[in-house]
């Protein structure tokens, strides 16, 4: 089959589409052969080897290379073959998953463990379904499990136009949550077609200095301080990290977009007024199972800002990392 391949750290030009073996499923996997897939920070941050810490801490990350070579963890596709010991899933299936694991999405095949699957949703295209996984799953996590988020309060989201952002706009106002999102200029219509009851043009205005206070702070950006951060909440508010932060140029750097989290965890057993948390996503058919009932009932439609093919994949990651890509950027695979 035909995948991307990635031997070492560096830049997107290191990515080769290559002929490699099709993988064969475990007793607990589904092989699914990949319509979609879509481009997250983790992709990059996994090519660039960045931050360092990363390398020592996180369990895709080896010292000199990613312990798997094929990149992409988000899939939409159709099952070909199961393991001995699945049971909700047959051949011809249409699932979407997060395939964070072994192997890559960035492949015409991919083996995902049946726990990380679920139903396709059947009013998106797999294009659309394959912006859905590891953002969705973030955005709803963040919001309904980590923040405990309920209807009638206000919750900041910052950098509402990204590939998380838009799905946490969307999922705010579902959970009857009044939403603010910060974006910029460009990007001011998008959000506010999402559902935002407000948005916050951060070229144009100053949200820790604009006054509101907020439940929850959900940040996805990491450019803005701790106390910064904090002082938008209102007391007993919930603070959630979720990374964010851009990929260094050239070497690496040691803690990169890790830096506003550490120090939160650090800070969260002292806050006294608000709480600290910080946001960690294992794949699970739950989650997505969840994501799928907002799906079919007209909640949450996922935004896709551009599409690349499988070949395509390094300029995708380019356009992701450097030219603010709003949404979600797709890579579609097989398109019969």
């Not at 506003?260 to 996503?281: C, K, Y």
Request: one cysteine or more; a neutral charge.
């Amino acid at each position: 089959m035909k995948a991307i391949v990635q031997d070492r750290y560096g830049s997107p030009e290191l990515l080769r589409l290559r002929d490699v073996d099709r993988p064969e499923p475990a007793a607990d996997e589904i092989l699914v052969r990949v319509k979609a897939s879509s481009v997250n920070a983790r992709d990059w941050h996994l090519l660039r080897g960045d931050p360092l810490l990363a390398r020592l801490l996180a369990s895709d990350f080896g010292w000199r290379a990613p312990r798997r070579p094929i990149r992409g963890s988000d899939v939409a596709g159709q099952v070909v073959a199961v393991g001995a010991a699945v049971t909700r899933f047959r051949p011809g299936d249409e699932v979407y998953a997060d395939a964070c694991g072994p192997d890559g999405a960035f492949a015409e095949y991919v083996c995902v463990p049946e726990r990380q699957a679920d139903t396709k949703p059947a009013r998106l295209s797999f294009e659309q379904a394959a912006a859905v996984p590891l953002a969705g799953a973030t955005a709803l996590l963040g919001l309904r499990d980590v923040a405990g988020l309920v209807a009638g309060q206000r919750v900041l989201i910052n950098g509402a136009s990204g590939g998380v952002g838009t799905f946490a706009v969307q999922i705010g106002r579902a959970m009857g949550a009044e939403v603010t999102g910060v974006c910029s200029t460009r990007n001011v219509e998008l959000v506010e077609k999402l559902g935002a009851d407000h948005v916050v043009d951060y070229r144009r205005s100053d949200f820790v200095a604009a006054g509101p206070r907020y439940d929850v702070v959900l940040d996805l950006v990491g450019n803005r301080g701790l106390a910064e951060l904090r002082s938008v909440l209102v007391p007993g508010g919930t603070l959630v990290l979720s990374g964010g932060g851009t990929s260094g140029e050239g070497r690496p750097t040691v803690v990169g977009p890790m830096r506003l989290s550490l120090w939160g965890m650090a800070r969260s057993g002292f806050a006294r007024r608000d709480r600290i948390r910080q946001l960690n996503v294992v794949p699970k058919a739950e989650t997505l199972a969840a994501l799928r009932g907002l799906i079919e009932r007209g909640d949450v439609t996922p935004a896709i800002d551009r599409s690349f093919p499988l070949g395509e994949v390094p300029e995708a990651i380019r356009y992701l990392e450097h030219d603010h890509a709003r949404a979600k950027v797709v890579i579609t695979v097989h398109q019969d």
